[in-house]
């Protein structure tokens, strides 16, 4: 069986659907960026210099506690398809997969962590869960980043913190990002307030790929964008108490007001939405993830009734371009994706 195949054909852990605030709260991701003491940063790293970070990295994490059983790939030995799966399963970023020279990943069975070697900083180890569990992954990435510094030492300043390749990552080192599912605003032409209230806040908003994506699926993630000066606790404070709740509760009086004051309107997206992806022959990934979108807003207003969450959320990963040449066990061409991607869903949801 070659790379991947299997893991394609389930759901990742930060797309189970529970957790607090899970109707509207995605997931919740904690990433470090760390850089090893005595090494330039990447930019400036020659190929021998990558090979050998790559191997000391690599044969740390082995040896480190509590990381035992990672899965562990080879970027470079890797095929396009394969890294394109690992990016849509949000194991590695964009650059990571298009990057050149050694560069390796490890993750554990569910997906809940993982670690980028030699992506922009030489390791950026991040936990991912379903739902709000900002508190839960910074203990677990807390106690990985801990293990880890027992077998390596990073690059630290006593005044500036973590030395990062990015400015914006100086101090804690820490990006935390949550993603959020918000139909209702966008229906209710309000998205743009909430955008501009964050941007206000100093927080980066990107799509569903981080970024420089769009927003697919009225997904979206928001992160801090500066670390210097802050503790790890008081940004994930922030994020739990204020940022995410204000948001939530804008998302959900946007829901109350389509169901007391545009209910027509509301149905109405959500039942072409249901017809379309039961009746398509051919779509595309982008108009899938907005009709999934569509229908994730119907079950969790409470007018879907026959749908399972569990099935929207697999959708929403089966249906992107790698996985869904991986479940097909071939190359295929943009309409031979589009036609596959419609039989899936139509499949799918006739099951329901």
């Given at each position: 069986?070659?790379?991947?195949?299997?893991?394609?054909?389930?759901?990742?852990?930060?797309?189970?659907?529970?957790?607090?605030?899970?109707?509207?709260v995605?997931?919740?991701?904690?990433?470090?960026?760390?850089?090893?003491?005595?090494?330039?940063?990447?930019?400036?790293?020659?190929?021998?210099?990558?090979?050998?970070?790559?191997?000391?990295?690599?044969?740390?994490?082995?040896?480190?506690?509590?990381?035992?059983?990672?899965?562990?790939?080879?970027?470079?030995?890797?095929d396009?398809?394969?890294?394109?799966?690992?990016?849509?399963r949000?194991?590695?970023?964009?650059?990571?997969?298009?990057?050149?020279?050694?560069?390796?990943?490890?993750?554990?069975?569910?997906?809940?962590?993982?670690?980028?070697?030699?992506?922009?900083?030489?390791?950026?180890?991040?936990?991912?869960?379903?739902?709000?569990?900002?508190?839960?992954?910074?203990?677990?990435?807390?106690?990985?980043?801990?293990?880890?510094?027992?077998?390596l030492?990073?690059?630290?300043?006593?005044?500036?913190?973590?030395?990062?390749?990015?400015?914006?990552?100086?101090?804690?080192?820490?990006?935390?990002?949550?993603?959020?599912?918000?139909?209702?605003?966008?229906?209710?032409?309000?998205?743009?307030?909430?955008?501009?209230?964050?941007?206000?806040?100093?927080?980066?908003?990107?799509?569903?790929?981080?970024?420089?994506?769009?927003?697919?699926?009225?997904?979206f993630?928001?992160?801090?964008?500066?670390?210097?000066?802050?503790?790890?606790?008081?940004?994930?404070?922030?994020?739990?108490?204020?940022?995410?709740?204000?948001?939530?509760?804008?998302?959900?009086?946007?829901?109350?007001?389509?169901?007391?004051?545009?209910?027509?309107?509301?149905?109405?997206?959500?039942w072409?939405?249901?017809?379309?992806?039961?009746?398509?022959?051919l779509?595309?990934?982008?108009?899938?993830?907005?009709y999934?979108?569509?229908?994730?807003?119907?079950?969790?207003?409470?007018?879907?009734?026959?749908?399972?969450?569990?099935?929207?959320?697999?959708?929403?990963?089966?249906?992107?371009?790698?996985?869904?040449?991986?479940?097909?066990?071939?190359?295929?061409?943009?309409?031979?994706?589009?036609?596959?991607?419609?039989?899936?869903?139509?499949?799918?949801?006739?099951?329901?």
């Open positions: 069986m070659k790379p991947l195949d299997e893991v394609t054909r389930q759901a990742s852990e930060w797309l189970r659907g529970v957790g607090p605030l899970s109707d509207i995605i997931s919740s991701r904690i990433r470090l960026a760390r850089n090893v003491r005595g090494y330039v940063f990447l930019s400036r790293a020659d190929a021998d210099t990558r090979t050998e970070l790559a191997e000391l990295l690599q044969a740390a994490i082995r040896r480190s506690r509590d990381l035992e059983g990672l899965v562990h790939l080879d970027l470079e030995r890797l396009d398809l394969d890294r394109a799966v690992l990016v849509e949000h194991l590695i970023s964009r650059q990571h997969a298009e990057g050149s020279g050694a560069r390796r990943v490890a993750f554990d069975g569910n997906e809940v962590a993982a670690l980028m070697i030699n992506e922009e900083d030489h390791l950026r180890v991040q936990v991912m869960r379903s739902g709000l569990q900002l508190d839960q992954a910074w203990e677990q990435i807390s106690s990985i980043d801990d293990a880890l510094q027992e077998n030492e990073f690059a630290f300043h006593p005044k500036y913190g973590y030395l990062t390749a990015c400015p914006t990552n100086v101090g804690t080192g820490i990006r935390v990002s949550v993603m959020l599912h918000l139909p209702a605003l966008r229906l209710t032409n309000e998205l743009e307030k909430v955008f501009q209230a964050a941007k206000e806040m100093r927080l980066a908003i990107r799509g569903f790929h981080g970024e420089g994506t769009e927003a697919l699926g009225d997904l993630q928001i992160s801090n964008q500066v670390t210097l000066g802050r503790t790890e606790i008081e940004i994930i404070e922030d994020f739990r108490d204020a940022i995410i709740p204000r948001i939530v509760e804008y998302e959900r009086a946007a829901r109350t007001s389509l169901l007391k004051n545009r209910l027509h309107a509301l149905d109405d997206k959500i072409r939405a249901l017809g379309t992806l039961q009746n398509a022959r779509i595309s990934s982008s108009e899938a993830m907005q999934l979108s569509h229908l994730r807003m119907g079950v969790h207003t409470g007018r879907l009734k026959n749908i399972e969450l569990q099935t929207l959320n697999e959708l929403f990963l089966q249906t992107q371009p790698a996985h869904l040449q991986k479940l097909q066990g071939e190359r295929l061409t943009g309409e031979q994706r589009s036609y596959v991607r419609a039989s899936l869903i139509r499949a799918r949801l006739s099951r329901n």
